[in-house]
């Protein structure tokens, strides 16, 4: 285990050291100390490492994360996992504005509440969120799956291209284009992979699904001002 | 961007420290905003007498004497404390718009920043660190405070441009974010007999809340109708005599996070702004939610919330 305390490194040495590790590299397990809300905390990192965070980060934790599996044991702030392409992010606590946001792959597993813009834009990216999520959530999202496992907040959905939406709870209000609809074999099963991935104690026949209508998709006259 | 600290103390025995706590968050919150800084302290408040504290760039020629002139001018005592550029004028309680009013032609240089029973604002151009150590707020004690690092948007970077705003006998408003129609509800404003000192956005949202309490409405529902007459971006932090509030517009893309003890309620516009506070590893942290109001008094130590 390699240990790096933010109150001794400096952020900078922290992300260079952890951007160090080759594809083949022994030494997997890292973890930071003293994150107090740092910015760009294991940002950008490229090597199947494991790294836990020990505490709440600011901006942009594990952002762009590339096959690296972050662990983090606190609450996470805006941009969690930003354009994540693969690997797994964990967030203990809470999650802030836009986590996971434009996420091309990976999974993203939010065992508190997830903000605001939760997966607005993401393409491709999984992510199950064990509480709620707020207004705006999977905003303009393009590819992927979001599990929410409590309520979702207002604008769900909005302007969905065909990212898949799962929520157990209560959804306040759906966006432009969203709609519910039927749950099929198929979303069943990878509802329960997912679910049991994220370690999240749920039955996948208890969500609704959401999707595209797809009637944004061409010019329609209705559409404009 | 701007940054933002508020913090309300409930338990006394954190007053002697609350200068040196927000001071903290403050410089934490520097990379935010390098314009302007302020910040607004609650301290003690003498029976019958309240505090005008004014800002001059000639510090010394203005405040000399201007204890004298302004007790004669009035005829009542007056007493003078300056630190740096601000100088605390106390003096009795119904006399402070009289007081603002022979100010403007015994010293013509000083431009008042803050008045009421308990409140005191510090404020100037350059980062947190230089300003709280200039006015020396750490050794400051109070019951509450805020604080304000600058990112300028709409108005240019002066004294007066700095937040926090008070409009109000002990009420002052600090922002992070623009408002867009500013300019109509200035004129709109005005015709309620409300008048702004400078072309600052936030100034507006401030004479806003006060021009709606004096008509009768609580803080509370200032903040309410706030949500419907301010158009544009906005994450709040206002402080009263006695209260403390928070609200952000329905988009909520300001950034906000608060934590509450049982000594305290904590505001940041990080989370890494709280992070020094007593006992935060085992504070409720949470994010405001938008278009609603949170709202403490001394008197109600729990949060009033209210969705609009």
New interface residues.
């Given amino acids: 285990m390699q240990t790096l305390d933010l109150a001794q490194t400096p952020l900078r040495e922290l992300n260079a050291a952890l951007h160090a590790q080759a594809s083949q590299t022994n030494q997997t397990a890292w973890q930071v100390l003293n994150p107090?809300?740092?910015h760009a905390i294991a940002c950008g990192l490229d090597a199947p490492i494991e790294v836990t965070v020990k505490g709440?980060t600011?901006?942009y934790c594990a952002g762009m994360n590339k096959h690296a599996t972050v662990h983090i044991e606190g609450?996470a702030?805006?941009g969690v996992a930003e354009n994540m392409m693969s690997g797994t992010v964990v967030i203990e606590g809470?999650a802030?504005?836009y986590a996971g946001a434009t996420g091309h792959g990976g999974l993203l597993v939010i065992k508190g509440n997830a903000?605001?813009r939760c997966g607005i834009s993401m393409k491709g990216i999984d992510i199950v969120v064990h509480g709620n999520v707020?207004?705006m959530s999977a905003f303009m999202a393009q590819s992927g799956t979001l599990v929410v496992c409590g309520d979702a907040g207002e604008a769900l959905g909005d302007s969905l291209y065909e990212a898949r939406l799962f929520v157990r709870g209560s959804v306040k209000s759906l966006g432009a284009d969203c709609v519910a609809k039927e749950m099929r074999p198929e979303h069943l099963t990878l509802l329960a992979n997912l679910l049991a991935r994220a370690g999240a104690d749920a039955r996948p026949e208890e969500f609704t699904r959401y999707g595209s209508a797809r009637k944004l998709y061409h010019f329609d006259i209705d559409n404009a001002y | 961007m701007c940054g933002i600290v508020g913090l309300f103390l409930k338990d006394p025995a954190l007053e002697p420290e609350l200068g040196a706590l927000l001071t903290r968050m403050l410089v934490t919150m520097s990379d935010r905003g390098p314009d302007s800084a302020g910040l607004a302290i609650y301290g003690a408040e003498a029976p019958g007498l309240a505090k005008l504290t004014v800002q001059s760039d000639t510090p010394e020629a203005t405040f000399a004497g201007l204890d004298t002139d302004l007790g004669a001018a009035l005829g009542v005592p007056v007493t003078l404390r300056a630190r740096s550029t601000h100088a605390v004028l106390n003096l009795p309680e119904g006399q402070l718009d009289t007081a603002r009013a022979a100010l403007a032609t015994l010293r013509p240089a000083a431009r008042v920043m803050g008045r009421g029973r308990t409140i005191e604002i510090y404020k100037e151009v350059g980062l947190p660190r230089d300003v709280a150590a200039r006015f020396d707020i750490a050794s400051m004690s109070g019951t509450h405070g805020i604080g304000h690092t600058r990112m300028a948007t709409e108005s240019a970077v002066t004294t007066l441009g700095a937040h926090p705003f008070n409009t109000g006998p002990d009420q002052c408003l600090v922002h992070n974010g623009s408002l867009s129609n500013h300019n109509s509800l200035r004129r709109k404003l005005r015709h309620h007999g409300i008048l702004t000192e400078t072309e600052n956005d936030t100034e507006v949202g401030a004479a806003y809340l006060t021009w709606r309490m004096q008509t009768g409405a609580t803080l509370g529902a200032a903040l309410t109708t706030a949500l419907r007459d301010l158009d544009g971006f906005f994450t709040f932090v206002v402080g009263t005599r006695d209260g403390f509030g928070v609200v952000r517009d329905p988009i909520a893309c300001k950034p906000a996070v608060m934590a509450e003890t049982d000594q305290y309620v904590a505001f940041g516009s990080e989370y890494r702004a709280l992070v020094d506070l007593p006992g935060i590893q085992t504070a409720r942290v949470w994010e405001p939610e938008p278009a609603t109001v949170y709202f403490w008094t001394r008197d109600t130590p729990s949060p009033a919330q209210k969705a609009a």
């Fill in positions: 107090q809300g740092a709440s600011g901006y609450s702030g805006p809470d802030s504005q903000s605001s707020g207004h």
